[in-house]
């Protein structure tokens, strides 16, 4: 059973900067792309971003392209979404999730709450 455990959140003032880090249990962890999303209240999911499995590909939504940044340590089973130049828009509760095709995540975590004050 494959569980995933997000930290990292917290509340940062707007232009501020936040890492959160998403872990991973079981041994193929370093096989699978892994996904980031978020969701804000009242708001549906929406995509964030992806890292292909060696960490040598990602991915972005346009929202935060150029702001976040996707990493990731197969060693460690961990996957880091680096989040720059924060917005009160990206207020959300933000997910990591495994990848088992382009478009199709198969496990999530419990998310992490992340609020940027004005």
């Known amino acids: 059973q494959v569980q995933l455990v997000e930290s990292g959140g917290g509340l940062v003032q707007a232009g501020g900067s936040l890492r959160l880090s998403c872990v991973a249990s079981g041994r193929t962890f370093s096989t699978y792309a892994m996904g980031w999303f978020r969701q804000a209240p009242g708001k549906e999911r929406e995509f964030v971003g992806v890292?292909?499995?060696?960490?040598?590909?990602?991915g972005y939504a346009d929202s935060v392209k150029g702001r976040f940044t996707i990493s990731r340590d197969n060693a460690k089973n961990t996957v880091y979404l680096q989040m720059n130049s924060l917005k009160p828009e990206d207020t959300a509760v933000y997910y990591c999730a495994r990848a088992i095709s382009s478009t199709q995540y198969d496990h999530w975590g419990q998310g992490t709450q992340v609020t940027v004050s004005s």
């Open positions: 890292i292909n499995w060696s960490g040598g590909n990602t």
